[in-house]
């Protein structure tokens, strides 16, 4: 078999990817290695820049998401007791948009499977081979059959864990890391959210999100140590530890019950430079992770895939290479912004346990410069809304 692009991986990156080549009437195939509903079990990220809201505009798959998406112009941040609101809208401009990544997901496949697209599920041992050279090609073996799909070119978009970054450790990639001391207890319930925003809380015993993904379904995070497990964490005992740490106000105005979906997830800051060797892109998670704190992992999959599209247009449109030259350069530009923002938004708003109290002291007083200074919070959600393209 032959095609012109196999992306491999079906998350949000290789979706979207898929759906702006297939528009474009640039053949794709699509391989992931577990089944779509697997895929749509994954709970993830939830708030989406207005970069990611047109590409799945662009994607003709954004039709359900403005229809049940929450505009938000505006997130609290709660600090020694008080909150401050920070006015997205007013400071930029813009809003994002509240919409899971699992519908978005679910949009992606939906347009996929009606347009045609071809997307081979349960694969195993998916493997890029010569991507060096002129005709890279992609095996895979499904029930007890090895494949071969020939092509142009290969887009790793296989997540953090995938092949495509695994097979290049030794084609002079370089990693940059930073591993967090601590992870993200998160848990999903039907129940109305607690504000009509997202509230983002610096407290003594630990960071606290207030999330949601409609007006009748909450999303709610307490930092943990890493030692913890999911299992030892009762709903009730959940529902007690944020109350703890947001204020008074709030914590009686939360509405609690049975959760539908617990999780534990590590913070991580990763970078891999360069993102392209030869005629293999690594786009999305698969180069680079950010901590959850600004939202902005399932945004720079959305970026990466923009520099990428446009350079494979130009390769298929007007026969130039410079897209694709570009790419790795455009993606990591706007990836280390985003990287420096989420680290600093982690720093600022978790407890770390080798700062001790004086950490404490100092990202009050942060919180409190920026709650006075137009300029600060200008800064902060300049970066939260999204960096331009
Ligand atoms: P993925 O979504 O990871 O998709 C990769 C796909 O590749 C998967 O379907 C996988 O099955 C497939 N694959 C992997 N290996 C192979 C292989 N060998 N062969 C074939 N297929 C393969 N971001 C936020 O902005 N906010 C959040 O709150 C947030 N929470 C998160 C919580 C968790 C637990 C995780 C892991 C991530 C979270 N993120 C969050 C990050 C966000 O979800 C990711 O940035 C986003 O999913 C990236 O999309 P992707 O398509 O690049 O990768
Ligand atoms: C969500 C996750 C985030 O990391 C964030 O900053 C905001 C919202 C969420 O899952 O809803």
Redesign the pocket.
Known sequence: MRTQVVIIGSGPSGLLLGQLLGKAGIDNVIIDRVDRDYILGRI????LEVGMVSMMDQAGAGERMHKEGLVHDGFDLSFSGRRHRINLKNLTGTSVM?Y?QTELTRDLMDHREADGGATVYNAANVTPHDFDGEKPYVTYEKDGVTHRIDCDFIAGCDGFHGVCRASVQDKGIQNYEKVYPFGWL?ILADVPPVHHE?I?ANHARGFA?C???SLTRS?Y?VQVPLTDKVEEWSDDAFWDEIRSRLPVDVAEAMVTGSSIEKSIAPLRSFVAEPLRFGRLFLVGDAGHIVP????KGLNLAASDVHYLFEGLQGFYGEKSIAGIDAYSARALARIWKAERFSWSMTTLMHRFPAEGEFGQKVQEAELDYLSSSNAAQTAMAENYVGLPY
């Not at 993830?44 to 708030?47: E, F, H, I, L, P």
């Not at 959850?292 to 939202?295: E, F, I, L, S």
Request: no cysteine; glycine share 22%.
């Open positions: 993830r990220a939830g708030v509240v899971g998160g997202l983002y999100l999330s949601q993904r999303r995070y959850p704190t600004g939202a």
